[in-house]
């Protein structure tokens, strides 16, 4: 798909990988979408975009993706706008990495299932009768590591994220007859504001290595890549396909090792061991 001139929705674009993949489409000539909770944010990057002289044009939505009102309002606005939706790029999300049962059950559980997994699904069924009528689009939803590898203090976030992967593998063989591809990302650590919303708080120094550490920008390049190029699949570093494979045919060395290098270093307070 050549990408100057498409209409592309990204959600989330007020930081991090949204804003990236939202820079890199404007860089292409898109005409895109920038929609999330923080306006000032959103115009700042419209600013940029329009800024860049690639023919690129921006609208900017204030939306909560967790509200079907907004959601219906970003698509009825789009539509009205540009007249068709070619890309969307469902990007929204955030993790809150705690103990079940240190988690809120509706600030942090509830909030969570709201945007990671109801707000896909409901934009993308909003969007869905657009791209079938016009027989052509490209749906990228983001996933992560964790919507195939469950890790502890990750519950809740991966269990919105093995939703994505699931609705998103369903929604493939449901839509690719109508000329409409769905690509999902798993990518690993991303430099981004993430880490800030989600309250991690370790008594061991455990975190992702250095080198596996991506940035938004690369994250973002990516996504746009997809549209190019659709992937059933892009896990990203590619190393962490290692993890994912040792996970699926080897669970319970998998078991092993976390319980014994993370769960109990860092529950050793509570469990009373010394
Ligand atoms: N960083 C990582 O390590 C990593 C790894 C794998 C996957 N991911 C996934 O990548 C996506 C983007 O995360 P990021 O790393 O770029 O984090 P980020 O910088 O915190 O960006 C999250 C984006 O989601 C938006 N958002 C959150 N709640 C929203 C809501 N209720 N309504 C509308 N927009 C909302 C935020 O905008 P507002 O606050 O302005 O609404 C922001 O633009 C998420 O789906 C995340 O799960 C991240």
Redesign the pocket.
Known sequence: MDIKGKVVIV?????????AAAREFGREGATVVL????VD?LQALAQEVNAMNTGAQTLVMQ????KLEDIQSMIAQTLERFGRIDVLVN?????RLDWLENLDPIKDIQAQMD??IM?VIQTTRQVLPIMMKQRAGSIIN?????GLVGTPTYSIYAAT?HAVHGFSEALRREVKPWGIDVSLIY????V????Q?AGIKRKTNAKTPKFMLLT?EQVGAAVVRLVRHPRRMLVIPWLWNVTVLMNKLFPGLVDYTTIKRFTIPERAEELNIK
Do not use: W, Y
């Open positions: 959600t989330g674009a007020s930081s991090g990988i949204g804003e929609a999330a909770r923080r944010k939306a909560d993706l967790s990007n929204a999300g955030f993790g945007v990671n707000g983001m996933c992560s590591m964790a994220k990518p690993g650590g991303v981004t504001e993430f880490t919303h938004a």
